[in-house]
């Protein structure tokens, strides 16, 4: 292990374990919860009346610690601190890639494709295909709430045979078989962005700089402030249509029309950065005051 | 059969979204097919995971190198994927409490919304924060006056950074809101950095969006023509596969 290494991991082992100290002794790094009793009866009819009660927490501010029906909640605490590890094991790439942020990059990859998973299920294979092929299963296991009126929508045992078919991708004998349902996707991709792109991003956009170079208002007077902005607008979308337009030679006038075309270019690319710089570093700023308002209170 | 079903699918499927744009007793074609697509995708995130799944297994069954990392991300996949599954910890809903699964598998409390709270959010949130350093690095590094373009550029992200935080209102502040001799209205508080910023945001920033906008969607149409016309294939892979 080089010096210099030796000497940050030191230091890095060093102040993570102050820091533990630290926030242990000052007892911070804290979730308390308010216990909200539910009382919830049967909503069916036929059955005798029931009533079924449980509880649910509320996260609350630390300084309500010790009121009525307050409590100190493990679990919170615990992801808190899971919380706070995670992001410093996140942070900890800037030193340099190490067992601590490939730990979590492990987890989050793991975490994450679960997460889709399992959301892609409850939205959408549930709500939208088992409920709609199955509505009377449905209505007694996960949704209730669907009308005993509903029957089952029989064309939807297609999407179920297409989506079948997907699978059968990790099959290691007729995955060819997969190009199906990934045609149909594919098509039903192109037929429906065709047309909305057209509809709502080219025509939709022409129509909008389609508009008046001179400006008047309701009693004559010309109001040079609107007609400027509606020129550079104007002027703006042109040339940098022009500058996009590779069939023709861009010489001449059309030289100097596709170079005024690129400024424009440029001004919207610089102000986009901006803001990608900004969102980041709004990104930033949030996880350091969950570090320190949130897990430190400092 | 291997390519020519799935091409006479895609142009099929394709163009019988476009006509339903055209005959309005046929638009909910299109929905249906929406409906059917988002399904698809749901069934994709599956066929996600489990490819997932299976390259996670190859790594550690050869004990390639950070095979460990491997059994790691398993471990939190099918932790993730029980409790979300398995809807643990979740209540019943207050509207119908004698079904023991119909509450919300996200709902404040459950192992599911722990995992999401203090594991997913603040690993996604830190992984883009992460970002910051890099952007910020690549632009002190990468960003020179070097001819007019860069200049603007560099100045336009100056002034629109300045003006949309604090630092343009500290810094321009003291600007009076007193018209400049010899104009007709115009006073120096216009030239507020948030000021400045809004004008670039409204006036100048939209004409190039707007190109770019209608260049991309051209591109899409071509792009998905030549879909359903059978031109670019690239979709359907090689002919090499089992």
Known sequence: ?298 | MKRTIPLFISAVTGFVLIGTAFIPKFVDWGNDAMAWFNLLAAFAFILGGGNLLKMQLQKISAQQPGWGYAAVTLIAFFITLFVGLAKVGVNPSVKFPEFAWSGEFQEEGSAFWWLFEYIFYPLSATMFALLAFYISSAAFRAFRAKNTEATILLSIAVIVLLGRTYAGVWLTGWLPNEPIIGTSGITYSDFHLPHLSQIIMDDFTTPGMRAITIGIALGVASTSLKVLLGVDRSYLGSDQEA
């Open chain 1, 1 to 298: 292990m080089k010096q210099s290494t030796l000497i940050w991991t030191m230091l890095m082992v060093f102040g993570g374990l102050s820091l533990i100290v630290i926030q242990f002794n000052r007892g911070k790094g804290e979730v308390y919860v308010r216990e909200v009793p539910v009382e919830a009866k049967a909503s069916s009819k036929t059955s005798p009346e029931q009533t079924y009660r449980w509880s649910t927490y509320q996260q609350v501010p630390e300084k309500e610690k010790g009121k009525p029906s307050v409590s100190f909640s493990l679990s919170r605490t615990l992801g808190l601190w899971v919380a706070a590890f995670c992001t410093l094991a996140i942070f900890s790439f800037l030193y340099g890639d190490n067992p601590l942020y490939k730990f979590t990059e492990a987890v989050f990859v793991g975490v994450s494709a679960a997460y889709a998973m399992v959301v892609a299920f409850w939205t959408e294979i549930v709500t939208n295909l088992f409920a709609k092929l199955f509505p009377g299963f449905a209505r007694m296991s996960f949704l209730p709430d669907i009308s005993e009126n509903v029957q089952s929508d029989l064309l939807y045992l297609i999407p179920l045979v297409l989506s079948v078919l997907l699978l059968w991708r990790l099959a290691p004998k007729g995955s060819w078989i997969a190009r199906w349902p990934l045609a149909f996707f594919i098509g039903a991709t192109a037929g429906i962005r065709l047309i909305s792109y057209l509809e709502a991003d080219f025509i939709g956009q022409i129509q909008n700089t389609i508009m008046p170079f001179i400006v008047f208002d309701s009693k004559g007077s010309f109001l040079w402030i609107d007609s400027l902005r509606n020129t550079i607008v104007i002027v703006g979308v042109t040339s940098c249509m022009v500058y996009f337009f590779f069939s023709i030679e861009h010489e001449g006038v059309v030289k100097y029309i596709s170079r005024l075309g690129v400024w424009f270019l440029m001004v919207t690319f610089g102000a986009s950065f901006a803001y990608t710089v900004m969102g980041r570093i709004a990104l930033l700023s949030g996880r350091l005051d969950f570090l320190f308002n949130n897990w430190l209170g400092i």
